[in-house]
Each structure stands twice: as structure tokens, then as C-alpha cells.
């Protein structure tokens, strides 16, 4: 499948995550992760029942990612919010984001979730390694990024 002009360099992500994920939590791989990503004020963390859950600044998206314990069994999940709905032409929208799905997403994909059109991944803790955890979060920050200004501009009501 061919990537119709969206590339995504992930070497820097792959080469941020050298944390060897027995020597360290995944709290602390992803915050590692978030710190070499972030391109705002710092990210900002809450944890209560359900986890984790950081924010931080990528370009022009703001990129969520939430970890819902350290077990095995536990979900990362990172998102991406890139166009609010209601929108222009949405089946014209929606049959856009199906191609970019099939053709440029990787791991991540776009989703629907309430009212936003999101960019997502999500992936048990089950055998994960620290560059699957940077892979996973930069994919979504950075297909967001590529993202978010194009759909805007092309389907966006305001």
C-alpha cells in the first residue's frame, strides 16, 4: 500500500525509547516518551481509578495518552483529536479517512468519539517494549500533526 505523500520518520521515536522497560516502570517510559515529544509547556498528569492519563502539546494537536495499570492485562492507549463534527461534506469526510486508514495510518487509526473525529492506537501491555510505547504514541502525535490543518481546511464549518 503506498503512503500518498505522508511520511512519518520514526527512527527519533524508536531511538528515544532506550529505556529497558525491566529496569523501568511503564509510567516512567511513557513520561520519558511524552518529554522527548512534547512541544508545549511540559505535559500535564492526572491519575485516579482508571490510570494515567498525560496531555501534551505535538505541533498544533494536543495528544492524549492513558495507561490503565501496569499489568499485562492493562491498555495503553494514546488520541488525538483533529476535527470536530458536524462538518462539510461528512460522507465525502468519512470515505476520506476510511483511504488514510487503509493507506497511511500503520498501527494508529482515525475514530469517531462522540462529536470528535480522533486519531488513535491502543495496545495491551502483554509483551510491549519501550519502542513499541514510543512508536505507538509518536505515530498518533505525528499523524494528528500531518492531519489536523489539512481536514480542517477542507471540512471544517467554521
Not at 516502570?25 to 498528569?45: F, K, M, W
Not at 470515505?95 to 492506537?121: D, P, W, Y
Request: glycine content about 6%.
Amino acid at each position: 500500500m503506498s503512503s500518498h505523500g505522508m511520511e512519518l520518520d520514526l527512527s527519533s521515536a524508536e531511538d528515544s525509547a532506550t529505556v529497558d522497560l525491566d529496569r523501568a516502570s511503564y509510567v516512567e517510559t511513557i513520561e520519558a516518551v511524552i518529554a522527548s515529544l512534547d512541544q508545549g509547556d511540559g505535559p500535564r498528569v492526572s491519575k485516579n481509578d482508571e490510570g494515567h492519563l498525560w496531555t501534551f502539546k505535538y505541533g498544533s494537536v494536543d495528544v492524549f495518552v492513558q495507561l490503565t495499570g501496569e499489568t499485562e492485562a492493562d491498555t495503553l492507549t494514546a488520541w488525538s483529536p483533529v476535527l470536530t463534527l458536524p462538518a462539510r461534506d461528512e460522507l465525502r469526510l468519512m470515505k476520506h479517512l476510511l483511504e488514510m486508514n487503509c493507506n497511511q495510518t500503520l498501527e494508529a487509526r482515525f475514530g469517531l468519539s462522540g462529536n470528535q473525529i480522533l486519531v488513535i492506537a491502543s495496545r495491551i501491555l502483554q509483551d510491549i517494549s519501550a519502542a513499541e510505547i514510543s512508536r505507538l504514541m509518536t505515530i498518533v502525535a505525528t499523524i494528528a500533526d500531518d492531519s489536523d490543518d489539512a481536514l480542517r481546511a477542507e471540512f471544517s464549518l467554521t
